[in-house]
């Protein structure tokens, strides 16, 4: 069948670095998105890889093994605003995204 | 305005009552979504329409019914629905056949539907 996993709730420190995995099993895959929702706002789009390997942009890196069903976001340097919700999405085919539940991170000072 | 705007933001409906939602994009995009989500469940997605053709999740009731009268304006209908269907609608856009090869959606804020 088809499922993304992502843990349901982290809590990390601010100026501290956290990882948020995602395992995924689909049956097609044509890359793979992170995407931030801060509480009662829209989704926003923070990275997408296709290929293997580190993405790095700013504070955000996000990662990809497609051998292993598996991706992280790596967040660094945490502030407060930060405290959001990370959602994993693997695409499956032109318009079809199958979601992950959502992590939500929690920073404390 | 930019980007998704979505009205209204809040609804509250009666099991009996006709309401509709609506969504408007200012980005040109040629692909609009309404999504379904649920506390502590992956986003749903219930209708896609791109390049003047729709798709649809199978598993969404009748009680939905969405209308794209253009590229830029989505809607959806709602009637005799039940408790179950209190969430947030979603609607996102993307430009379909990018040339990043990424179908990259842009949400709106939501309309957090209760239904009574």
């Known amino acids: 069948g088809q499922n993304i996993d992502q843990p349901t709730e982290m809590t990390a420190t601010e100026g501290a670095i956290v990882q948020i995995n995602c395992t995924y099993q689909?049956?097609?895959?044509?890359?793979l998105f992170w995407y931030q929702q801060h509480a009662g706002e829209a989704p926003t789009f923070l990275s997408y890889?296709?290929l293997d390997g580190l993405e790095e942009k700013g504070r955000f890196s996000s990662f990809l093994s497609r051998s292993k069903g598996y991706s992280y976001l790596l967040l660094k340097e945490l502030q407060m605003k930060d405290s959001a919700s990370y959602l994993c999405?693997?695409?499956?085919?032109?318009?079809?995204?199958?979601w992950g539940a959502g992590t939500k991170l929690i920073i404390k000072p | 305005e930019t980007g998704v705007t979505q009205t209204p933001r809040h609804l509250v409906m009666g099991m009996t009552n006709k309401k509709s939602l609506k969504c408007e994009q200012h980005?040109?995009?040629?692909?609009m979504y309404w999504y379904k989500q649920s506390a502590k469940k992956p986003l749903e997605l219930m209708f896609v329409?791109?390049?003047?053709?729709?798709?649809e999740n199978n598993s969404v009731p009748s009680r939905f019914s969405p209308e794209c009268p253009n590229s830029s304006h989505l809607f959806l209908h709602l009637h005799t629905l039940q408790p179950e269907d209190s969430a947030l609608y979603l609607c996102a856009s993307s430009q379909v056949g990018a040339a990043s090869g990424a179908n990259v959606l842009t949400f709106g804020a939501g309309s957090r539907l209760t239904v009574l």
């Open positions: 689909t049956s097609g895959f044509n890359g």
């Open positions: 999405a693997v695409v499956e085919g032109n318009y079809q995204l199958i």
């Open positions: 329409y791109s390049l003047e053709e729709r798709v």
């Open positions: 980005l040109g995009h040629n692909a």
């Open positions: 890889n296709v």
